[in-house]
């Protein structure tokens, strides 16, 4: 599937054909590439999170509940399952994702809601321990949009509850050109992601790289490097591309990967970032 780009796009009406024609990995992947290479991205960015939380006490969930938005095709579910969350609750504006999570997770709360509307139709009186939101705040290309579903999630989570983002964040220090806007996503700076934060009652805890090696660079410590890391991304295509030489080199790259994201802080990685926040309300 190619990227929309003429004016009128219509956010739900992209990810609902989307999903639609692609209810697999390649539906949430990252376009054009392998299927063989979306799992890669997955399974490396998955051990980041698990470090992660094990890092901050929420190896196991046990207890918990937990909400994750913007579910897609429930990889996160299934993940938040394995760590034992008593509840575990999804939600996607696609009626395409919400229909098979239904039949796919039986046992949980799947609602079909637009993270950016004035409220989430969730049970009233629930909260969440835990809110994850992978690859979806990028999709929300409004500011207001942006700021609202903060809100929303703001307004669901449990006193001392923690929200999970790993998204296309910019921390901006270094060289950091303009990344162009497609009509399906918008890159954020950390400052964008602390104003709406705060402003909600969540306050930033950690910033980690999501990756190094498996997406595209969004900034670098010097041009030189950002071009680099560039180059290599769009040269992997050659092999990423295709799921034989994806199942062979992808995990190599995921060892490379993990090695580059265990010596980086967060402000210094040069791709997508993994946030954690905690609300102090
Ligand atoms: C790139 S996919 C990521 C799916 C999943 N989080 C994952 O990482 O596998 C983005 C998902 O967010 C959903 N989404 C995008 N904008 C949304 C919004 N405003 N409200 C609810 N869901 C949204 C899309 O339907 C899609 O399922």
Not at 90 to 105: I, K, P, Q, T
Not at 191 to 217: Q, W
């Amino acid at each position: 599937m190619t990227e929309p780009t003429n004016g009128t796009f219509d956010p739900r009406r992209y990810w609902e054909d989307r999903l639609q024609a692609h209810p697999d990995i390649t539906g949430v992947g990252y376009l054009g590439r392998s299927p063989a290479f979306i799992e890669v991205q997955y399974r490396s960015r998955m051990r980041r999170i698990e470090k992660a939380l094990r890092r901050l006490g929420l190896s196991d969930l046990t207890g918990r509940a937990v909400l994750d938005a913007g579910s897609g095709i429930g990889i996160w579910l299934d993940f938040w399952h394995r760590h034992h969350a008593t509840t575990v609750a999804g939600l996607d504006f696609a009626e395409a994702s919400v229909n098979r999570l239904r039949e796919r997770f039986p046992g949980d709360v799947i609602v079909q809601a637009d993270l950016t509307a004035s409220a989430l139709p969730l049970p009233p009186s629930a909260r969440y321990d835990l809110i994850s939101a992978f690859d979806v705040l990028l999709h929300i290309v409004t500011p207001e949009g942006f700021v609202q579903a903060i809100a929303n999630l703001a307004s669901r989570s449990a006193p001392g509850g923690w929200l999970v983002v790993s998204d296309a964040i910019v921390a901006g220090t270094r060289y950091a050109p303009p990344y162009p806007p497609a009509d399906y996503q918008r890159v954020r700076t950390l400052a964008d992601y602390r104003e709406a934060l705060e402003a909600n009652g969540f306050e930033i805890v950690s910033l980690d790289p999501a990756t190094v090696f498996l997406s595209t660079p969004l900034e670098g410590s010097s041009r030189i490097t950002f071009e680099s890391l560039r180059f290599w991304w769009r040269a992997s295509g050659a092999w990423a591309n295709f799921n034989l030489p994806s199942r062979v080199l992808g995990p190599p790259t995921i060892a490379l990967d993990q090695m580059a994201c265990n010596l980086m802080r967060g402000e210094r990685a040069p791709g997508a970032k993994l946030l954690f926040a905690r609300h102090a309300r």
